[in-house]
């Protein structure tokens, strides 16, 4: 297997000495995949997509992960792996004096290609399923994984490169915790062959509220954009945008009839970014303002 290797690191500071300077350190191990370690002093919020299979580990501080509305929370020793190809939202806070620190494995579908060649096909379970959960917390207390992660902690700390071999044996653990953990994961991890086309509307539904291109829309999903257009046009008449559009609208209705919450609010939080521009479309598709379909309802 052939590896290529990089190491990107910073000066490490002191908890103290990094508040004061409001400091960001990020450590990188590159073997034809990414081995990073990221340190935050202040709570720091970012969106997030996955553009390879990874792997979190969380040290110290905490990580909230939302995807598709739902919320995880990562304490220190918890691991969870996120399914490539997905949007999440990711909160990463300092706890008890301590900065938010985590490691971070990240699996290209070259090095999963070479891997896979190296298993034996009779050990591959059969009635492995891809599964759609975008988000798998490791079960807790795993000596495999805290072993992996805090193996590699010195290395950081002391700014030193580790071998080739070494970078290459922390994958290739990486990769069997994932696979010892359950075993649809086989079918998740070594999907390169023929992409999953995740359903459209599952995919639409969940992601409405989301300010996404169409041409993210078509990633997402496993497509092209003309596969993208093309396959949605079996769901329905409208093209992706303006079924957004629809979409939002009668959630935004139903928020209304229900009362109790203000129109801004309302508008936002189903995905329109202009309040002037939601109160017309909204008029023009139920004969009535927002305002007063709350007063109605």
């Known amino acids: 297997m052939t590896l290529t290797t990089k190491f990107i690191t910073q000066k490490v500071h002191t908890f103290a000495e990094k508040q004061e300077a409001n400091m960001e350190q990020l450590d990188v191990f590159d073997c034809s995949n990414v081995f990073i370690a990221s340190f935050f002093t202040n709570d720091r919020g970012c ?52 900065p938010y620190r985590s490691i971070v494995l990240k699996f290209s579908r070259d090095f999963l290609g070479e891997f896979y060649q190296t298993l034996n096909k009779r050990d591959i379970p059969k009635d492995a399923r891809r599964d759609k959960t975008s988000l798998f917390v490791m079960p807790q207390s795993r000596p495999d994984i805290r072993s992996l992660f805090e193996s590699v902690i010195p290395y950081f700390d002391a700014g030193e490169k580790p071998s080739e071999e070494v970078l290459k044996l922390k994958m290739t653990e990486g990769v069997y915790a994932i696979l010892n953990t359950d075993i649809n994961l086989y079918a998740s991890l070594f999907d390169f062959v023929d992409p999953w086309k995740i ?40 093209t992706p945008q303006k079924w957004l559009i629809q979409r939002r609208l009668h959630a935004a209705h139903e928020l209304i009839r229900k009362g109790g919450r203000k129109v801004s609010e309302i508008c ?17 598709a139920y004969g009535m303002a927002p305002t007063a379909g709350m007063i109605g309802g």
């Not at 969106?47 to 979190?56: D, P, Q, S, V």
């Not at 509220?209 to 993210?216: D, G, V």
């Not at 936002?268 to 023009?284: A, M, P, Q, T």
Request: charged share 35%; proline share 1%.
């Open 268 to 284: 936002y939080e189903v995905g329109f970014k202009n309040l002037s521009h939601f109160s017309k479309i909204y008029k023009d």
């Open 47 to 98: 969106a997030h997509c996955n553009r390879e299979h990874t792997l979190i580990y969380i040290h110290s501080g905490e990580l909230e992960i939302t995807e598709h509305g739902r919320k995880t929370v990562l304490h220190p020793g918890e691991c969870a792996f996120m399914r490539r190809d997905n949007r999440m939202w990711l909160q990463k806070r300092a706890k008890e004096d301590k």
């Open 199 to 238: 359903d459209i509307m599952d995919f639409m539904e969940k992601n409405y509220k989301n300010e996404l291109s169409m041409q993210e829309m078509a990633y997402y999903t496993g497509r092209s954009l003309s596969t993208f257009k093309r396959d949605f046009k079996q769901y329905s008449d409208l």
